[in-house]
């Protein structure tokens, strides 16, 4: 009887833990799938911000600069320290060493998209003003937190 009652609570127990587990990798991969489709998105984003300010379409092109500045606003939630490792991500270490440094760029590159807003329809350097505020936040942060590939 007394072993049928420890049968039981393993049984269960076992149950319970290898459902948690399943749920927490679950969510893991959730959240690296996640935050790739965000960048992925933003990249392709940027893509037509570039082409539409060239083309002196400043209604569009601001529109898509907005959808950038709350994709990044959003990533800020998708790095959390249980999210280093697995499911292909390209993240380095050196984004969970310097947390802070890491935030601040993504606002930065949030914050800057606004500017861009505001600016780019009276910018002379149309090519220069997007490298400014939109190209280089990529590659400053590439440069340091994400893997070379
Ligand atoms: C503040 C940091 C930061 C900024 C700014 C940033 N990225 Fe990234 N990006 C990353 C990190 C970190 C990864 C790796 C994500 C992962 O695999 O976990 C990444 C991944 C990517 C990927 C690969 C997504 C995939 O499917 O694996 C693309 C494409 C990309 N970024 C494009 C861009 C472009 C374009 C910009 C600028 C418009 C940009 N990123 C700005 C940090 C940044």
Known sequence: MKNKI???IYVVASFFSANFIAHSEESIEQIIK???ALFSKNYKTAKRVDILSKDLEFEDAKKFMLD???NYIELLKYFPENTKEGFGTQSLPTIW???DEFNLLMQKSAD???QLASLIEEAEDI???LKKYMWQNCNTCHSKFRKPH
Request: hydrophobic residues 35%.
């Open 6 to 8: 420890l049968l039981i």
């Open 34 to 36: 996640g935050r790739k």
């Open 68 to 70: 950038m500045q709350k």
């Open 97 to 99: 060493q310097n947390k």
């Open 112 to 114: 800057d998209l606004i």
């Open 127 to 129: 090519r220069g003003t």
